[in-house]
């Protein structure tokens, strides 16, 4: 220690005596301040009276320029001995703040500011251009630094002393906004006030009536963590001191955010450390993260913000380094609040989550927190940012989190700014003044930290700011190449499938600016058809399976991939994704396939959302968001049975199945020959294979004047597990159809329909007996048929059935035909017999031979049940919920959705499945989906958001309950 302490005297008199033989040589010199004109709250100056007074008694001439906007009156520097006058040109070195008009440049001068040229800024471009050819040394405060690189010019701890006041202010007029009056109220803008000291009495008596008691109870502890150590946050926690407050370690934070008293307030002040450690291994190393920050993620929005009400944020982000907030994190950290205090007392308005407000002193668009892109103004001062990323200036009621991020902070607080930068300044004064911009640099004897401050001389670059050629050049290319492909949106997007849902998807995204669509397809007309209602779409010919090089082509060439093809297909396509390193969305289940690829996923660092159309899709978004509404008032969840199902609309449900198809039936059909899984009052029922889900089908009647049946469709019993109620007894997600109808007049059916002319009556059976005939009949068997052999004979569908029945005779009288059919398909024989006759499967019409009954009768059904041009369809979508809560009672909740298409426009299960999957895609693009590997919509910062944009789409849902 008394080494450390002789050591820093020396340097102390080392210094002293450099000063004093500087000053001997400035004698004489002359220097001016200029008037700052970048904006009209600028306010403050570079140097002080008390500094100028010191350089004037040191021999040195000091012109300023008059302003009347500067903090200090002209008179206070007049008295100081400087010279007021207009002309400049006098001195050999200028001082200003910040940047000077290009136009009021003086050639052959030494100018210190803060020139914002060091990053290769390219709006100060022009500015360092102009400073090259007028032979301008440019002395750059920002790099004036010490030995071990810290900065010893800076205005940090005024922007700490002004952005808290602000955040204060901005606090006591959010809770009111929110229902609660606070001691807040009474604490101004920092600009208001003359000076620091007057806000700092104004905190005072606000600390005063809290430790009185005078906080709302309802609004419970207040915390306030403050990122970094240095004179930003040092300054801000100056101005916290002046309230009751006790400091608590991070890791107290949760237990004073639900145990602390309202009588005070609680600060935490956050370090590296704290919150930062590797990827690999934990544990954090100084050394090792400030060589390679990307090695290190941020813990702290998972273990820091979740506690905070207020963060103050002034910790300087390099690009690379982990954010401290991501967009992701804001919509996690903004969901509604789950702690005790929010129900403290009948009457008191409840907070809609703990973080209340953020000062980012930072004021660095997009970077620790990113989802400040844009820093707020003196003018306008806060914003309300919600967690589906809108920006509120104009209101403090609403959702959200009120925002403050002032880039030129220190200028509320000009006069002491200007003293606290005067003085630090002051110092290095004496050394500038040595500068003559017309000698060479190497003429001169600057100190180390003046020299290195040095951007330009001698109409160049200095040795250590040469790289600002290169990264110019960079930007430079990177400007030329976006302004070459100007018609080329940055952000491309590519869609694999034409068909029926791919016209939404593309339409909701083809609304971006910034966005360019390649619509690829195996069917050229198909996409050609799509892609010539949109200007952003270029459509493509691809076949992901006979062309795999081709795919990998254009996948490479995207930002995000949107896979529509048959769910088979989709692990091929994220094959390609994960080689190609390119985020990838898709409406279907989540694939044993496709699951596998998750490590790899992670591993590439990439994204694949999966289950975000309709079902899967919004069935899972509306119990996500009626399970966390539950969960938040403390009550379970005990049973949970879900139906959905894309149908025609009542009145063009005339045929047998009572469904038509807009694509292929093929997977309708495959479903009901699947197994089925579900948990009913906690047993776990299992469906086989075969079409044995139609002998599970149950009648329902939740909306009156549908007639509707569902069954269990594919494994239930792993979304308990998913959906986190796993104290949920029964569970079951199912599919919607019509159920019998009954009959109508022939005359009222379209002509496809009249199959005999002695047939008067046809009975709609429902979609289940029907297809339990077709299934009796032997119409799904996916196993190859000899008659059906593409290459074979033709056969008409009354040759097949007579076939399937093991009749040798086809030309068997009809009438016998009939009861022999009645009697394969059994008690219901004769209905179903005449739905499978209504459905000209026992006509002379030829047969689509495919190899299989299966593949033949779904080409067959995809020709002869299509929606025609009039029609429309319908989406119906049910959950039913039982809900115990916590005073015993139980209630019955259900919640529907019910979506129409239009026959001019999209029908509704394209747009059921189309618009959430356009939805994903475009949060994926702007990085609101930012986990890796295989994603489901399971967590609040993707459902929440979804459900707010589809709701704006126009998908509203109505909920019914009963108390039991």
Known sequence: MNQIIFASAKNTVVQRQHVRYVQKTVRGKVIAIRRED?????????LAPTNVRRLVRAGVKVIVQPSNRRAYPMQAYASAGAVIQEDISEASVI???????????????TYCLFSHTIKAQESNMPLLDAILEKNIRLIDYERLMDESGQ????????AGVAGMVNILHGLGLRLLALGHHTPFMHVGPAHNYRNSSMARQAIRDAGYEIALGLMPQSIGPLTFVFTGSGNVSQGGQEVFQELPHEYVPPEMLPKVARHGATTKVYGCEIRRRHHLERKDGGGYDSEEYNKHPQKFISTFSKKIAPYASVIINGIYWAVGSPKLLTIPDAKFLLRPADTPW????????????????????????????EFMNECTTIDTPFCLYDADRNKDTKSFKGPGVLVCSIDNMPTQLPRESTDFFGDLLYPFTYDILQSNARAPLEEHNFSPAVYGAIIA?????????EYIIDLREKNSRSRQKASADSSTPPKKIVVLGAGFVSAPVVEYLDREENVEIVLA????????????????VRPVLVDVLDRPETLRELVASADCVVSLLPYRLHHVVAEACIHCRVNMITASYCTPEMASLHQQAVDAGITIVNEVGLDPGIDHLLAMECFEEIHQAGGKVESFISYCGGL???????????????????????????????????????IPEGGALLSEVRDLDFLPGFALEGFPNRDSTKYAELYDVREAHTMLRGTLRYRGAPPVHVSSLPPAVHHRQALTLVSLSGFSDTMQGILLLGLLDPNPHPVLHPKGPEITWRQLICHLLGLTDPSIFYDNLKTKLVERLGGEGTARADALEALGLLEEAPVKRLGTPLDTLSYYLSKKLSFERTERDLVILRHDVGILWPDGRREKRGINMVLYGTPAGHSAMSRAVGIPTAIATKMLLDGEIQRRGMVLPFSADIYRPMLARLRAEGFQTFDRSTIL
């Open 521 to 536: 397809s195996a069917l050229k007309d198909e996409a050609d058809a799509v892609a010539s209602r949109y200007a952003s």
């Open 342 to 369: 929010i129900q403290s007392s009948v009457g008191s308005p409840a907070l809609p989550h703990r973080m209340l407000a953020i000062c980012d002193i930072s004021a660095d668009p997009g970077g620790s927190i």
């Open 648 to 686: 025609p609309a009542p009145e063009c449900s005339d045929n047998p199945l009572r469904y038509k198809f807009s694509w292929s039936p093929l997977s309708v059909l495959r479903n009901v020959m699947g197994t089925a899984r579900y948990t009913m009052n906690g047993k776990v029922v299992d």
């Open 457 to 465: 001389s001698n109409g160049k670059l200095t040795k250590n700011f």
């Open 95 to 109: 001082f200003g703040v910040k940047q000077v008009p290009i136009d009021q440049l003086l050639p052959n001068k």
């Open 38 to 46: 970048q904006s009209v709250w600028e306010r403050r100056a570079p």
């Open 151 to 158: 900065r010893v010019v800076a205005f940090g701890k005024y």
